[in-house]
């Protein structure tokens, strides 16, 4: 059990900031006040543009643009184990593909296509092979490092991919084609805006079910985590399964996004489980900025409309012209392009309930008299 709580909340500004004194939390109290509100709004100017984007866009356009929102959802998985707890994992395709196979062997075997039932089995598919390689690679008797979990899921996806090409029960190479549409009762989900409008409302669900849980307690230790695993270990915390724990509810997101996005498609293969996969949603973190959430959701869409738009315009040379231009943000902005209008704190957020106001004038007492002490 951990030591203590304010011992972390201390700890972690001294790791993105410098020292954590008094005084300098008091004078950036101003900035944040004045910066803190920067993520709500564009929190609220991608989600409008959301909402109106099937009526402005034609009907393919929707369609890709559905694809793209599944694929965000898929991001936004990565972006918690990577962005908040430090764990490289270039396996997440391993969760979304084996979700994926799964709801479309419901449908085709056992013609289950019902939302409220393929929508669970493929989450708690993701969750369970989750579970099992974070275990194996998580909680050994030594503390992994990241070369180590890196590798591990890079193998552990690579392995699904080959096993996917050669079992004949999964289609082989051409992988399981014309799944039946997704339904609720006798409605069928097609490509469609119903789809669209049903895919954006899981993302804002789930987007604000990872937003409460990276700003709780539960969100502190892995921001203290991801900073100094050593100083969190130090306070009590068992970081091994802290990060077994973010792990697996990863999976579990990646897991929904499988599901979606085999019924969306009509069809799963063996890439869905496969490296290329897994090495793109790296990609969407990277590109968008990892540890805000919505900076995964932007870089996928801008991944996936600038690749959309290059292959359109450049057909020989748009590979080339986006891994350069990659290249450029992650050279020139590390912390990916949300890093453009949120700053450090920002990203890194308030965890629990707010200070009361009298603890508040009581800081800025004490830094009053620290001020005028000789």
């Known amino acids: 059990m951990p030591k203590s709580m304010g011992a972390v909340k201390q700890a972690i500004p001294a790791a993105i900031g410098g020292e954590p004194d008094v005084a300098m939390a008091s004078s950036g109290t101003a900035k944040q006040k004045s910066t803190r509100k920067i993520l709500p709004v564009v929190e609220g100017i991608v989600l409008v543009a959301a909402l109106l984007a099937p009526l402005l866009l034609q009907d393919y356009l929707t369609v ?20 908040y707890a430090g764990i ?12 994926g196979y799964g709801v479309a062997l419901l449908a085709r075997d056992l013609d289950i296509t019902n939302i409220f039932l393929v929508l669970p ?13 974070g275990g194996f690679l998580l909680l050994g008797r030594h503390p992994s490092s990241v070369i180590f979990v890196s590798l591990g899921t890079l193998t552990g996806s690579y392995a699904a991919d080959r096993l996917a090409r050669g079992w004949y029960y999964l289609g082989g190479q051409n992988g399981i084609p014309s799944i039946a549409p997704m339904s609720l009762g006798s409605y069928e989900f097609t490509e469609g805006p119903a789809f669209y409008y049903l895919v954006l409302g899981i993302l804002v669900v789930v987007y604000l ?34 990060k077994a724990i973010i792990f697996a509810i990863g999976g579990a997101v990646a897991g929904m996004a499988g599901s979606l996005y085999a019924f969306h498609e009509g069809f799963v293969w063996p890439n869905m489980v496969g490296v290329v996969v897994s090495t793109q949603v790296v990609l969407y973190v990277l590109f968008g900025g990892s540890g805000t959430l919505i900076g995964a959701v932007i870089g ?3 991944v996936e409309g600038v690749s959309f738009w290059l292959s359109d315009n450049y057909r020989d040379i748009w590979p080339i012209i986006l891994g350069v231009l990659l290249l450029l943000v992650i050279l020139f902005r ?7 209008v949120l700053g450090e704190r ?4 308030s965890f629990g309930a707010k200070p009361k106001e009298n603890v508040k004038e009581n800081v800025k007492e004490d830094v009053k008299e620290k001020r005028n002490a000789p």
């Open 88 to 99: 490289m994992s270039f396996g997440q395709a391993l969760f979304f593909g084996s979700a």
């Open 346 to 349: 920002e990203r890194v957020g």
């Open 334 to 340: 590390p912390l990916g392009l949300i890093s453009f």
């Open 300 to 302: 996928a869409v801008i």
């Open 121 to 133: 089995a493929g989450t708690l598919i993701g969750l369970t092979f989750a579970l099992l390689l």
């Open 64 to 83: 890709f643009a559905t694809r793209v929102i599944i694929l965000a959802l898929f991001a936004l998985s990565f972006d918690l184990v990577w962005g």
């Open 209 to 242: 079910l990872c937003r409460f849980l990276v700003r709780s307690q539960f969100g502190l230790a892995l921001a203290g985590l991801r900073e100094n695993e050593q100083r969190i270990a130090f306070f009590g915390y068992k970081a091994q399964h802290l």
